[in-house]
Every structure is written in structure tokens, then in C-alpha cells.
């Protein structure tokens, strides 16, 4: 008695030249198919790469950068008027109700509050 064997069976059925045919048909869509897969990853990434490239330039032509608030911004020559010198008398004479001191050499004096306090300007001075 013969024994049944499944797979000389199928490779009986299977020789046919049409499966041969349809194999190499498969295998030549399944290659064209991950080719376009490929080709298109290519232009997607491609395409989103052009479209931060265009959104940077758009943005930064439309949207200037201006210096943060309370910045003096650009240079700018500042119009002064001209310092007027003083003695040491007038210089106290400014603060008669404050404990005042002139420390340091002449010439190179500091004027020192000995209560502490910082004084307080008046609209319109300057230090």
C-alpha cells in the first residue's frame, strides 16, 4: 500500500507553470507597491521640510523681533543739557532736613545719607 503524502501532492498540483506565473506577478506588485510606499515617505517628509522652511520665513518676515519692554531699544544719541557745577555748601544746602556726610578726598567726594534713606527725586530730576 502507498503512503498519502500531502506535500508531493500539493507540489504536484503547485508545478504548474500558471502558479510560476503568478508568483513572479506578485512578487513583481509587491516590489512596485513598497517602491511607491518609499517614493511617497520621500515627498511627504520633503514637502513638510519646505513647508517649516516657508512657515520660519513667513514668520520672521511678518513677525519682527522687537527688544523686550522697558528696553531702550536702538542707540539713540540722547540730547543733554550741560551739567552746572556746585560747592560743597550748595550740595548740602539741598538737603537741610536730612543728616547728610561728604566722604573722600576732594575731588573724588561721596555724598552719604546717614539716616539710610534714599532720597527722593521730584518729577523732572535727575541724579
Do not use: C, N, Y
Not at 22 to 37: F, K, N, P, Q, V
Not at 79 to 96: K, W, Y
Amino acid at each position: 500500500m502507498k503512503r498519502f503524502r500531502p506535500e508531493q501532492l500539493l507540489r504536484d498540483v503547485l508545478a504548474d507553470d500558471e502558479v510560476e506565473r503568478l508568483r513572479a506577478s506578485t512578487l513583481t506588485e509587491m516590489l512596485r507597491a513598497a517602491g511607491l510606499r518609499r517614493q511617497r515617505r520621500a515627498w511627504i517628509s520633503g514637502a513638510a521640510g519646505t513647508l517649516a522652511v516657508v512657515m520660519a520665513i513667513l514668520v520672521l518676515t511678518h513677525f519682527p523681533v522687537h527688544p523686550p519692554r522697558g528696553s531702550a531699544g536702538p542707540a539713540q544719541p540722547l540730547t543733554r543739557s550741560p551739567v552746572s557745577l556746585i560747592d560743597d555748601e550748595q550740595l548740602l544746602a539741598l538737603f537741610p532736613d536730612r543728616p547728610v556726610a561728604l566722604v573722600g578726598p576732594p575731588g573724588d567726594q561721596r555724598l552719604l545719607f546717614l539716616d539710610g534713606k534714599e532720597p527722593r527725586l521730584k518729577r523732572g530730576d535727575s541724579r
